[in-house]
């Protein structure tokens, strides 16, 4: 699955470059360089291919009116333009373009762990929070019951979480965890990754899961929440004609597989906007809007273990807690409504609430 997160300690352009170039466009280029370093520069001796990818929107989730004039400006802004190599010792460039790489540098690569400061043991308190606070009511406060013990993190990265018992959880090998608030008896299968999650008391995530819950707006305005559940492997990019959407994999099965246990409805076409012509896993709608975050990665959660177990859905079970919406959300939709501000805030106070129940975090 593409995920891009390039992580570049420097980047150095060339004078000349620079100096052809309007201050704002010189900063513009210089965020974006390792995005077209490789179109304009490994193409760069094949000019009839680099004309013609400027023009290639084939693998563009969302091509917009000025992109292909955008690729052109830059491209007759390189083309027979000298650039210089700076070898800089201390710099390092990780492609974490998937997530395998992603599970992958932050799990086990001990290069970017050291680089990153991520410790192979971890000091936890063991916290204990009102029935009130858990519920989101009262005044917030978390009090350590317990001093803090030590766990070994020789496979997992956990940055930002809460867990309210973590001695009742288990976390498998190479997971990565961020923003979490994690309850009792949790359990979370290899090779995942959890990203602002409210794990409920005694949840069980399959391997190979990809959660991630994301606040948004409805068309009514109202506020909720949507998480996407893939498979790890799963490829958003991969397309299907429209006579062959019962072919498209989630998790690892078609589409066809899984009418009854995600109940699909039979026209699977039916699953993407009507004026929709890139089928994929990208803008299909299979994605609930609810009221509650737990809710929702709950319901994320289920249908992962759908597939993983062969067992329908229990839909009624969540129904009660399903926002009115038009339709479901793909990850299209999500990133189209996404509402940042609340997200933003959650994240702040859970870190606050990490610093408070766990003393050494902020040091």
């Not at 650039?83 to 932050?106: C, D, W």
């Not at 492997?233 to 004609?241: G, I």
Request: hydrophobic share 40%; net charge neutral.
């Amino acid at each position: 699955m593409s995920f891009g997160f390039p992580f570049l300690r420097s980047v150095c352009l060339s004078n000349r470059l620079s100096d052809r170039l309007p201050n704002r466009q010189s900063v513009y280029l210089f965020f974006y360089l390792p995005i077209y370093s490789f179109i304009f520069f490994y193409y760069a001796a094949i000019c009839a291919l680099c004309l013609q990818y400027c023009s290639n929107v084939a693998n563009v989730s969302k091509s917009t009116s000025g992109l292909v004039k955008m690729r052109q400006d830059v491209y007759d802004i390189l083309s027979g333009t000298d650039l210089h190599t700076l070898l800089m010792f201390q710099s390092a460039f990780y492609h974490i373009g998937t997530t395998k790489e992603y599970i992958h540098h932050f799990t086990s690569d001990p290069v970017l762990r050291r680089d990153l400061h991520l410790r192979s043991a971890v000091e936890v308190a063991t916290v204990a929070t009102s029935a009130a606070t858990t519920s989101g009511e009262g005044n917030g406060e978390v009090s350590a019951k317990k001093a803090p013990q030590c766990y070994p993190f020789a496979d997992q990265c956990l940055m930002a979480c809460l867990f309210e018992q973590f001695d009742s959880c288990r976390i498998s090998p190479r997971v990565v965890m961020e923003y979490c608030h994690v309850g009792r008896n949790v359990m979370i299968g290899e090779n995942s990754i959890i990203c602002r999650a409210d794990c409920a008391d005694n949840l069980s995530i399959p391997a190979n899961s990809f959660l991630h819950t994301v606040d948004v707006k409805t068309p009514a305005g109202q506020h909720g929440y949507v998480t996407f559940a893939l498979g790890i492997h799963d490829s958003t990019k991969a397309k299907a004609k429209e006579d062959q959407l019962h072919a498209l994999k989630y998790a690892g099965k078609t589409l066809n597989d899984l009418s009854g246990l995600l109940s699909l409805p039979a026209d699977v076409r039916s699953l993407w906007p009507a004026e929709e012509s890139n089928f994929s896993l990208w803008t299909i709608r299979l994605f609930p809007v609810f009221a509650s975050l737990s809710t929702s990665l709950s319901y994320g959660v289920a249908m992962l273990s759908s597939v993983a177990t062969n067992s329908p859905v229990n839909v009624e079970s969540f129904q009660s807690d399903i926002l009115e919406s038009p339709h479901n959300y793909g990850m299209a939709d999500i990133l189209k409504n996404k509402d940042t501000e609340p997200l933003l805030r959650w994240r702040k106070d859970l870190r606050a609430r990490v610093a408070t129940s766990h003393p050494l975090y902020s040091a």
